[in-house]
Structure formats: C-alpha cells, structure tokens
C-alpha cells in the first residue's frame, strides 16, 4: 500500500485536530487560542492540496474530507468565539449569542457551493471560509494589542458576522492563492498580496490581520474588474 497518497489527508485530519482544539480552548475561556489555531491549521491547508497536486494524489475522498474539516475550523471555530465574545458582553436579551452561529451555517453554504461548483477551479466565488476566520479570529489579539474594546463590541460583532456571512456566499469572483507555478507573470496579484501583507505585519503586527483580509478582498475584487 502506498503511504503518499495518504499524506495529504494526514494533513487535512490535523487541520481537523486545529480546529477541534481550538474550539475546545476558546469555550474554556481562552479566545486568544482559536486565532492561534486557525493559524496553525491554515497552514495544513495549504499543505494538503499543494502536496497532494506535488504527488500527483488528488482524490474526491481528500475533496470531502478537506471541506468537512474546513467546516469545522473555519466554520465553527470562528462561530463558537463569536459566541463567546457576545455571552460576555451585557446583550438586550439572553438568546444574541447564538446569532455568532451564523457564520458555521454560511461557511457550510459556501464549502458545498465551492464543491459543486465548477466555476471555482482558478478563482473563488465568493470570500473563502479561511479568510473569514482569519479575520474573526484575530479580534481578540487586536483588542489586548490596541486596547480598542470597539473590536468586541455587540453592534461590531453582529455587523461582522451578518457581512462575512453574506459575503461568503456572494457572487464575487476573488484571487485564489493556489500555485500551478511560481513565476511573476502568472501570479502577479498573489506576489503583491503577499508582499503587501509581509510589509503590514512588520508594521503593525498582529492588528494587520483583519487588515491583509480586507486588502485580499479588495484586490481581488478590482483586479475582476
């Protein structure tokens, strides 16, 4: 039996694992781990596909299996610190919490869409569950790094999930970070957004987070123009 066809969903189990314990820590009161572990399990994300294209062992059981634990870490995790964000906050009334929710039910919308839809090959439709994550979940770290308690705000933290929800099923054409090669030419808009996001985080640190989201969606969004 062959090992390497395997290691790509080594890969994906472990951005599963990311993703669980992520959850685990934030519900434990420790909302600074689940960006810790989304950043961690973006990683392996970005790992299995590249190694599966790299052995040439693509699969539809890695496809589902990337989607179902994307849904966990990118879907979940983000929702639950939503979630608990909001339950320590003073809310009109005992139920605004569970809006945070919302988030896990759109990311599942948008990884069934983005399996199902065969438009998505060389860009996305629509914001990638990952970047919606990314920038829930440094929210905590913005607070304890500006001391901006706007960040965690009731009003600000529904308007985040109502507007990453939608947009994560919008009809928006956005720059997927997929390698076929790594010239210039090619990847043009790839090498700026990373170049660009090199120079935030050397600047600002970790408050470039939610900022280097904005700015993908931004270029992206000019560059399909």
């Keep these: 039996m062959s090992i390497k066809k395997h290691i ?28 810790y572990m989304v950043w ?31 849904n966990v870490t990118f879907g979940v995790l983000p929702a639950t610190l939503v979630f608990y ?16 929710f ?56 529904l308007a985040v999930t109502v507007v990453f929800s939608l947009l994560m099923v919008a009809e928006l054409n956005l720059l997927a970070l997929k390698f076929k090669d790594f010239t210039f030419k090619n990847n043009r808009l790839r090498f700026i957004l990373i170049g660009l996001s090199g120079a935030m985080l050397f600047i600002l640190g970790i408050t470039a987070v939610p900022l280097i989201i904005i700015l993908y969606v931004t270029l992206s969004l000019i560059a399909t123009k």
């Design 85 to 100: 964000l909001l339950s320590q906050n003073a809310v009109p009334f005992e139920h605004l919490p569970y809006a945070g």
């Design 40 to 70: 961690l399990a973006a990683v392996f994300d970005f790992l299995d596909g590249f190694v599966a294209r790299m052995l040439k062992v693509q699969s539809p059981i890695g496809k589902e299996l990337d989607s179902l634990a994307d």
């Design 102 to 157: 919302m988030l896990s039910v759109f990311a599942a919308l948008r990884l069934a869409k983005f399996n199902t839809d065969t438009r998505q090959s060389d860009s996305f439709i629509g914001v990638p569950t990952p970047a919606m994550a990314l920038f829930v979940t440094s929210l905590p770290l913005v607070l304890a790094d500006t001391g901006y308690d706007w960040i965690t705000s009731n009003w600000f933290l």
């Design 8 to 35: 790509p969903n080594i890969l994906t189990c472990a951005n599963l694992f990311s993703g669980c314990v992520g959850i685990v820590q934030v519900l434990n009161g420790q909302p600074e781990w689940a960006a």
